[in-house]
């Protein structure tokens, strides 16, 4: 199995993998329940449960939000322990300041946290939500009074029912399939060379990982990230146009 996942995973991947599954031969050798350390992407956690989950051996995972692309992962959770993270919550106090995403990422890691020890960030009304593994929950706390020099109020979220969703701009695209070097050409509106020329470069990521192949055929809820302009889900393609061109639900994270 460790070859199947060395070859399977990327340089950028491979490690946490490799980390992962002695974590997974632990839980399983010794019966006991084990967590991963981070927050993973969704290749990884996909991955394992797919390939590792029974009937008798669950793996399972959890990002807070129902939405939520980086997520941790548990290994035979007998007991139903709680997942080792805490959702904080980061208010900007100021009402001539709006903080974006970025601002707030950029603050967290500003104090030398580890992109992997939190998970995505839902941004609404000035205030931002974000799962933290619990060993660093303490220290973002204490430590963190400052979002772009804006005076913030940091915080952890008791009453999870009452967190706002994460929000989504929806558009009908008309493309002639479904390669992936077509669908970025459409959503950025750039030419079909440019965005091969894109994806050759390893700037576009499906499931957060890099695809140089420019003829790779998308499937629905594929994660698209493109560099320099966001990040996308592949929806439902909902029939033709009278032309014959497939019509597919794009949706992007606002």
Known sequence: MKEKISRYFTDDDRSDALNLYERYLLAKDKDIPTFGKHFYPPNIWNWFQENLSTKVFKVEIDGFFQEAERRMIS??????????????????????????????????????????????????????????????ESFIIYNLDKIAKVVCKVSVVDKVELIPKFTFKEEIILISSLRIDGVVSKITNLSRAKSAAMIEQGQVLINYVKIKDKSYELKGEERITIRGFGKFIIGDSIGNSKSGKIKVVIKKYT
């Open 75 to 136: 290994f035979n959770n007998i007991y139903e322990s709680p997942f080792p993270m805490k959702l904080i919550k980061i208010e900007n106090t100021s009402k001539f300041s709006k903080l974006a995403h970025r601002d707030f990422l950029g603050g967290i890691l500003s104090l030398g946290i580890e992109r992997n020890k939190i998970g995505d960030l839902l941004v609404a009304d000035n205030i931002c939500y974000v799962p933290v593994h619990e060993d660093i």
